[in-house]
């Protein structure tokens, strides 16, 4: 970029932040590369239609595959409105979560591997899992969170993907959603999503299940939502 482009986009920043102060922190979160643009991927259900937003239940746990083929990522509606949250990081940086998408802004989707070390939903067991409001957790007593048993790392799904407590150290990465006409589309990751991490460390597992690590790695155009029963054996809540 040479410098009268430099200084073009600046203005044109500067404008469209004057305009609506989010696209400062999206644009600081793109700078620091908390954004990351993959396919606009519809959303289908099992038989390969759309799936409309009537056809995603409050509080259960939907799980489909983005931006790879191999990476998990939780579904969820909240059943009431989810606004727009700044998302902390503990090196003091953060980013803008947008909030939930349809109708009542109330469907949100996180990345469904840990971020803690990387224990993700396989067609095993999950010990990551949402815990609905009248589903408490056993251990931790609290519900309407995302939790992994694993070390009990507890995300929250309302506000961005948060760390609520426990040993992770960023908070879950969020699937961006866009909505249109009842349709849902995944269309970027934000937050810190650990791919990489997650590709190294179920390279063993991944090889087995697709064949090759470059076949896990494959991105997606289109989304399969199941529900997470029908994916997993044993649903592990804790
Ligand atoms: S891997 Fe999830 S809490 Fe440690």
Known sequence: ????????????????????????????????????TFSRAPLLTQDGKPLRESQIQPHKNYIFFYPYVSTPCFLINLGEEVSAQEVKLKSGQSYRWPGGVGSKKSIVAYSAICAHQWSYPTKQYSFINYYPPNKPSDTTKRAGIIQCCAHLALY??????????????????????????????ATGVIGRDQFNEFFENAKQELRQQYGSSAKAREQVDKCVVQEIEKYVQSVVMC
């Open 1 to 36: 970029m040479d410098r009268r482009d430099f200084v073009r986009a600046c203005a044109t920043t500067a404008l469209a932040c004057a305009i609506d102060p989010s696209v400062f922190s999206k644009a600081i979160a793109q700078t620091q590369g908390m954004v990351k």
């Open 156 to 185: 929250d799904p309302k506000a961005g993907g948060a760390i609520l407590d426990g040993p992770a150290e960023a908070p879950l990465a969020a699937i961006l959603l866009e909505e249109k006409d009842g349709q849902i589309f």
